[in-house]
């Protein structure tokens, strides 16, 4: 997709469809390729249509982050639905995790003893409706426990009533250059340890989860039984510069257009400034990153500074500077900032403008 429709108004987010599918449809061919279920985490886009056609393409249900994610998917008719989070559950959770459970088969994190009888205190007398699956850290160093501490956890969250399925981790550390293939290594060793525990100790697992976008398509034997990618989807500039897709594979883009250029005078750099700034790209910028952003079109330029609504880019030598009024596309690090910052997205084929779609779950944080 490299035409911006004429009837965007710029800055806005943009979907190419034709990509999209084609991302839906590669990950659910590899996971059933390889034997494993896919239960894609749908907080990178937070969108009803895309999750429609990811369970149509054989998603058994999706991965949330947070209890109001999973009314709004819930209340869409999504039945299989995991919040992958350690939840520290009060009496206003525990009702919601009651409604949502009569919607629909739930499954949600826990990482301590503390949080699991908690959990199951708030619930009371509907704690068995609800599954839980223990964190493990699997080398991310975020949440979870240590592979060795799950059946502590176990113990007191199956004494608090909760009904334990298994265990899940994320294995985060992916996120950085030339750790996907190590890290995709220590998920297993962690899973396959962790579940062995649980099953020594004479839980039943019914559930390994596993998964993120950079070692989702790691071939070999895998100890979970599910994975969890969610930028897959989309994909982002964190995605192309770790070498987990390329720029074919990116659905998502920002229109943005040069409100302001500079040529190279006073010492100063060739530079533009987009009317794209973090308020719609997010500000995302690894310390291994190149810029906050990539250019699809002029892969060389380098988005060096973003303020609220601009994006300051450093032009090459090798192309001729863009005059005032150009639309460009930018791609944003971290797709899933950007899809949270938005109402609703531009959806295209074939340079045309063929839908818009709400981003539902936008700012359902808690």
Same mark, same amino acid.
């Given at each position: 997709?490299?035409?911006?429709?004429?009837?965007?108004?710029?800055?806005?987010?943009?979907?190419?469809?034709?990509?999209?599918?084609?991302?839906?449809?590669?990950?659910?061919?590899?996971?059933? !390729?390889?034997?494993?279920?896919?239960?894609?985490?749908?907080?990178?886009?937070?969108?009803?249509?895309?999750?429609?056609?990811?369970?149509?393409?054989?998603?058994?249900?999706?991965?949330? @982050?947070?209890?109001?994610?999973?009314?709004?998917?819930?209340?869409?008719?999504?039945?299989?639905?995991?919040? @992958?989070?350690?939840?520290?559950?009060?009496?206003?959770?525990?009702?919601?995790?009651?409604?949502?459970?009569?919607?629909?088969?739930?499954?949600?994190?826990?990482?301590?003893?503390?949080?699991?009888?908690?959990?199951?205190?708030?619930?009371?007398?509907?704690?068995?409706?609800?599954?839980?699956?223990?964190?493990?850290?699997?080398?991310?160093?975020?949440?979870? $426990?240590?592979?060795?501490?799950?059946?502590?956890?176990?113990?007191? @969250?199956?004494?608090?009533?909760?009904?334990?399925?298994?265990?899940?981790?994320?294995?985060?550390?992916?996120?950085?250059?030339?750790?996907?293939?190590?890290?995709?290594?220590?998920?297993?060793?962690?899973?396959?340890?962790?579940?062995?525990?649980?099953?020594?100790?004479?839980?039943?697992?019914?559930?390994?989860? !596993?998964?993120?976008?950079?070692?989702?398509?790691?071939?070999?034997?895998?100890?979970?039984?599910?994975?969890?990618?969610?930028?897959?989807?989309? !994909?982002?500039?964190?995605?192309?510069?770790?070498?987990?897709?390329?720029?074919?594979?990116?659905?998502?883009?920002?229109?943005?257009?040069?409100?302001?250029?500079?040529?190279?005078?006073?010492?100063?750099?060739?530079? $533009?400034?987009?009317?794209? !700034?973090?308020?719609?790209?997010?500000?995302?910028?690894?310390?291994?990153?190149?810029?906050?952003?990539?250019?699809?079109?002029?892969?060389?330029?380098?988005?060096?500074?973003?303020?609220?609504?601009?994006?300051?880019?450093?032009?090459?030598?090798?192309?001729?500077?863009?005059?005032?009024?150009?639309?460009?596309?930018?791609?944003?690090?971290?797709?899933?900032?950007?899809?949270?910052?938005?109402?609703?997205?531009?959806? $295209?084929?074939?340079?045309?403008?063929?839908?818009?779609?709400?981003?539902?779950?936008?700012?359902?944080?808690?």
């Amino acid at each position: 997709m490299n035409v911006i429709p004429a009837e965007v108004v710029t800055p806005a987010v943009m979907i190419d469809l034709d990509v999209l599918d084609r991302n839906i449809e590669r990950m659910a061919a590899s996971m059933l !390729g390889r034997g494993l279920k896919l239960r894609p985490h749908v907080k990178t886009h937070k969108t009803l249509e895309i999750a429609r056609k990811q369970l149509a393409a054989g998603a058994v249900g999706i991965t949330v @982050a947070t209890i109001g994610e999973a009314e709004v998917f819930a209340a869409d008719g999504v039945k299989d639905i995991f919040i @992958a989070y350690p939840l520290w559950v009060e009496a206003p959770h525990a009702d919601r995790l009651r409604t949502l459970a009569a919607m629909c088969r739930l499954a949600v994190g826990v990482d301590s003893a503390e949080s699991a009888t908690a959990m199951g205190r708030q619930l009371g007398a509907d704690a068995g409706s609800i599954e839980v699956l223990i964190e493990v850290d699997s080398g991310h160093h975020r949440s979870g $426990v240590l592979p060795d501490e799950v059946v502590d956890v176990a113990q007191a @969250a199956a004494a608090a009533g909760l009904m334990v399925s298994g265990v899940f981790t994320f294995p985060g550390h992916s996120y950085k250059p030339g750790m996907p293939t190590g890290a995709a290594s220590n998920e297993n060793e962690a899973l396959g340890f962790a579940a062995a525990a649980l099953t020594s100790a004479g839980f039943e697992v019914k559930t390994i989860s !596993g998964g993120s976008t950079p070692t989702a398509l790691i071939s070999g034997d895998s100890a979970a039984t599910e994975l969890r990618p969610g930028v897959y989807v989309l !994909g982002d500039a964190q995605q192309l510069e770790l070498e987990r897709c390329t720029w074919d594979d990116i659905a998502l883009s920002v229109a943005a257009t040069v409100v302001s250029r500079h040529e190279a005078t006073g010492g100063n750099v060739r530079r $533009v400034v987009v009317d794209a !700034g973090s308020k719609i790209l997010g500000s995302d910028r690894p310390d291994w990153a190149t810029g906050y952003g990539r250019l699809p079109e002029y892969p060389e330029a380098k988005v060096t500074a973003l303020s609220e609504h601009h994006a300051t880019v450093v032009w090459p030598d090798s192309s001729e500077l863009p005059p005032l009024g150009t639309r460009l596309r930018v791609i944003p690090n971290h797709v899933c900032l950007a899809m949270n910052l938005v109402d609703g997205v531009t959806v $295209v084929r074939d340079g045309a403008v063929v839908e818009q779609w709400a981003v539902a779950a936008r700012g359902r944080n808690n």
